[in-house]
């Protein structure tokens, strides 16, 4: 044991509670016992000190080996992002969001000495972040996620009766950490000043965020979220709101008072509580809880192979000698952080993904009761879709948290039947509310867009986005393995019977699509892509309505902009092509708000591109990535999608201006229903 000179004013009173390592704050001086090993002192605790698992993370030095082996897999595996090249400057108008030459800076990171393994990877994951890209992002289990950090006080954005919109404490804040940190309230009572209790920081109005304009630090999170190209979307991402999940209403607390590295102690705020005009300067401390997805460990040594080592689902299989068996628990590892419901290895490699990834949980806290819809959900609702009929008798909604559910053909089907029992109840109007929705299977996006908007030139055919895949060499070479045998049970994304032609007729068994890539220079930088894919969906496995369920230029599509893959697919495609309106909940009134973004074409990642190789008998080639050491994760965009008005250029780098920027009020904000209402009557009406 030695000791350590520690600053804080909770120190004393966290020493005799047998709390764990503290850190460096504002006053006082105190001596505690550190233990030699930083990690034991976290080690088995649901509860930590950011500052204890900062030093725990801190304790490992760089393994020069690791370090090798994690930029070579990335490096290698970017070879099939779409991207690369597009992202060293975006086109208009997005090139001042999106610069980053990523190639170049793991050149950079690959020279550069750092005093950790966790600084390496803080580095890592910011330059990938910087692609503003929630499909291209690198995430490692042994840090990311593996303690969550919270702040009792989750932010939000809201306007007076005069539209000026202020930072305020959310008004639903204790009822959210009343119910899920009942354990820890005490412990940030005990922070407050005098006279000042949780519960009065309700509804508080932030003046000040760490001695500065609360601004400050939402562009500062927005320079290093990553996720969205849209600096509004990023923006928006520091606030709290909520989501439907397969298992209902959750709320997100917003970077804010959720975060999933252990990088801040405490935030200071000046505020000034609901029916006061005192103002008051508070100092809330983090708290980090242990993350649902991590493994126990007691120190440092079982901490790194419980959490930091590749395991199963790291690396991609050879499918020519796995049993199902073993790819059920595989890919149960595998999607872990993809922002969807759990799904099978069998319906994610029978129907296409195109889906955010995040090291943020998918939902671990309720939408409080008195914010969530009070009317049973009607007929056709299941998990991520569930469908209500407004007071109004006309208006129907679709709240739809993800393009994914543990069956396709599930959320076909109650897709079809919710919407048309809508419609059947006299619904002529459609509320569609895809916040925070991720993503998921590409064909339900099409499904949902032919339904809604039925048999017309945007829908058939193609009810989606023509696409094309990145045609390095060896992805030219996994065509001619599959061509020449390697796939034989026509699984492989590399099988030309898996696509069609631009003119959406099916290609034939046997066409090496790949044999004349479209050679091209980005930025400088030569190129090379596969001819452009056509349709990929029809004819639909159930039989659509022959007539549209509602008129689309009746529907207004509603998030807070975190609207991505999948998401983005059907969003633009009902607002491009059939006058859907879009609404974004909550942007900043000065800055453009896009009600999409990430949109690719098909999302995927390290472990399918791996097995991809394995398959194909290329795991040996040059440029094949190695299997990772550590326990990481790469994901990319495997396919781009091509624009509506601009079919010459990505849809990813095309504007998409949300029609309205609904601003949220006290009575509005978080409330799935209020919103509606608020839509129907500035919207639709």
């Known amino acids: 044991m030695r000791w350590r000179k520690l600053k804080g004013s909770f120190v004393l009173g966290l020493l005799l509670a047998g709390a764990e390592l503290s850190t460096a704050s504002s006053r006082g001086v105190q001596q505690v016992f550190v233990s030699e090993d930083p990690c034991s002192s976290i080690g088995g605790k649901r509860w930590a000190y950011p500052s204890a698992v900062r030093s725990c993370f801190q304790s490992f030095p760089v393994d020069p080996k690791l370090k090798a082996n994690i930029i070579e897999v990335i490096n290698k595996t970017l070879a099939f992002h779409t991207s690369t090249n597009y992202q060293i400057r975006a086109p208009e108008p997005f090139s001042s969001e999106v610069h980053e030459d990523v190639v ?155 975060q999933t590295l252990p990088l801040y102690d405490s935030r200071n705020l000046t505020i000034i509580p609901v029916n006061s005009s005192e103002v008051r300067t508070i100092t809330l401390p983090y708290r980090s809880r242990f993350g649902d997805l991590s493994v126990d460990f007691a120190d440092s040594a079982s901490f790194w192979d419980n959490n930091c080592r590749a395991t199963i689902g790291t690396n991609g299989v050879d499918l020519r000698s796995s049993s199902e068996t073993e790819l059920a628990d595989i890919y149960a590892s595998v999607s872990k952080l993809e922002q969807q419901p759990r799904i099978s290895f069998r319906e994610a490699w029978q129907h296409r993904m195109n889906v955010y990834m995040d090291a943020r949980p998918t939902g671990d806290m309720d939408l409080p009761a008195m914010l969530q819809p009070s009317k049973k959900p009607l007929n056709g609702s299941q998990g991520v879709a569930q469908f209500y009929m407004l007071d109004d008798d006309i208006t129907g909604v679709l709240a739809l948290g993800s393009f994914s559910s543990e069956s396709f053909a599930e959320l076909q089907k109650s897709l079809l039947v919710g919407l048309t029992s809508l419609k059947n109840s006299g619904a002529t109007q459609l509320v569609v509310d895809v916040t925070n929705n991720g993503g998921g299977y590409i064909c339900i996006a099409h499904w949902l867009h032919r339904i809604i908007s039925g048999p017309r030139a945007s829908t ?226």
């Open 104 to 258: 170049g800076d793991l050149a950079r990171i690959s020279k550069q000495p750092y005093t950790s393994d966790f600084d390496l990877h803080i580095d890592l994951s910011r330059t990938l972040k910087r692609l503003n890209d929630g499909h291209c992002v690198y995430i490692n289990y042994c840090y990311d996620a593996l303690f969550v950090s919270y702040l009792p006080t989750p932010l939000v954005l809201l306007a007076d009766s005069n539209g000026v919109q202020n930072v305020h404490i959310a008004p639903e804040a204790f009822s959210v950490i009343s119910a899920e940190f009942q354990d820890q309230i005490g412990y940030w009572e005990d922070a407050l000043p005098e006279n000042l209790s949780l519960d009065q920081l309700s509804g508080a109005k932030v003046l000040l965020i760490d001695g500065e304009d609360p601004w400050v630090a939402v562009e500062a999170n927005a320079a290093i979220t990553g996720g969205y190209t849209a600096y509004g979307t990023r923006q928006n991402s520091f606030f709290s709101s909520y989501s439907l999940t397969s298992n209902g209403w959750y709320y997100v607390m917003g970077n804010f008072a959720q």
């Open 460 to 685: 058939v055919p193609q009810a989606g986005l023509d696409t094309t895949t990145r045609a390095g060499p060896l992805a030219r070479l996994i065509v001619k393995q599959v061509i020449s045998g390697a796939d034989s049970n026509y699984t492989s994304s590399y099988d030309p019977t898996q696509w069609t032609f631009a003119n959406h007729t099916p290609m034939p068994e046997g066409y090496d699509w790949m044999a004349s890539p479209v050679k091209t220079v980005i930025n400088g930088r030569e190129d090379a892509f596969s001819q452009r894919l056509g349709q990929e969906c029809q004819p639909f496995d159930m039989r659509p309505p022959a007539d549209p369920l509602f008129d689309p230029r009746k529907v207004a599509i509603v998030s807070n902009g975190r609207c991505g893959s999948s998401c983005s697919l059907f969003s633009i495609t009902m607002a491009k092509e059939d006058g859907a309106k879009t609404v974004v909940v909550g942007g900043k009134k000065t800055v453009p708000q896009q009600y999409c973004g990430t949109v690719g074409g098909q999302s995927t990642g390290f472990f399918h591109i791996d097995t991809e190789i394995k398959t194909a008998g290329l795991k040996n080639h040059s440029l094949a990535p190695p299997d990772f050491l550590t326990n990481s994760v790469q994901g990319i965009t495997w396919r781009l999608g091509y624009g509506i008005w601009d079919t010459e250029q990505p849809e990813e780098w095309q504007y998409h201006p949300a029609d309205y920027n609904l601003l949220l009020t006290n009575a509005t904000v978080n409330n799935p229903v209020a919103i509606w209402e608020a839509v129907v009557a500035e919207v639709l009406s």
